[in-house]
């Protein structure tokens, strides 16, 4: 299976190694991660204001992208998901935005119109809903059998819940499933969809700290040792606060349970 691929930002600066991590997985997994050439950052939020156009064009592009390329576009970071996924939307629902961001295209040097062909997907959904998670556990080299790993979902992944249409947003199965089709004792928690507080910390890094406490004291009491996420920015706020307790992305987790990390260590 070929997809457009857009591993985001912080995945091909601070966190190459979990842009790596999902490359070596999705080869193991026959899928084919096609990268966009030229691309810019996503723009990192999602402004409802509908008369913002210009920041959005970049989510437009990678979109239009996917669309030529008669691919699903599949990203990796939630954050990046969120607001291609919004924009993506925006452009189906608000005819006024489409026609905003049709008049940008028309400018360009190739004019290309958009009107929301592509389809978005996380690389988690495209594991569930693609791959399998039955094909995963097939692939399955150290099932992770001793390890009880607590799904952290974040708040981005999930909504806005009618938009996003990823799981849940009340009670999500996506990474338990995967956990389990690893082979891990898997931990849900109550907290394990609430906020851990990333858009706060530049303006009160206090908030963050307190909301990222209690989403690691959650996991902790519920009998935890492992947090695994899908969100830079969530593994980022989780790490600062430290502790005891591992904060790990899905892609590393797969890459160990695969044989991917320990062929390379060899």
Known sequence: MKVTYFPGCTLRNKAKQLDHYAREVAAVLGIELCEPNEWQCCGGVFINASDEIAGKLSSVRLLQAAKEQNTPLVTICSACHNVIKQTNHAIKA??????????????????????GEAEVLHYLELLRDHVGFEALQNKVKHPLTQMKIAPYYGCLLLRPSKIM????????????????????QCVPFPMRNEC??????????????KK?????????????????????????NLERIGGSIPI???????????????????
Do not use: W
């Open 94 to 115: 608000d005819s006024a935005f489409c026609d905003k961001v049709n008049c940008y295209l028309a400018q360009e040097k190739e004019p290309k119109a958009y009107h």
């Open 248 to 266: 790990v992305y899905f892609t590393e987790l797969m890459a160990q349970a695969l044989g991917i990390e320990e062929a390379e260590n060899d």
């Open 212 to 236: 990222s406490e209690t989403v690691i004291k959650n996991a902790l009491a519920h009998g935890a040792d492992v947090i695994v996420t899908a969100c830079p920015l969530c593994k980022y």
């Open 196 to 209: 851990c507080g990333a858009y706060t910390v530049l303006e009160d890094r206090s908030i963050t700290k």
């Open 165 to 184: 249409q990823f799981d849940d947003p009340e009670n999500p199965t996506l990474l338990e499933n995967l956990i389990k089709a690893l082979g891990g």
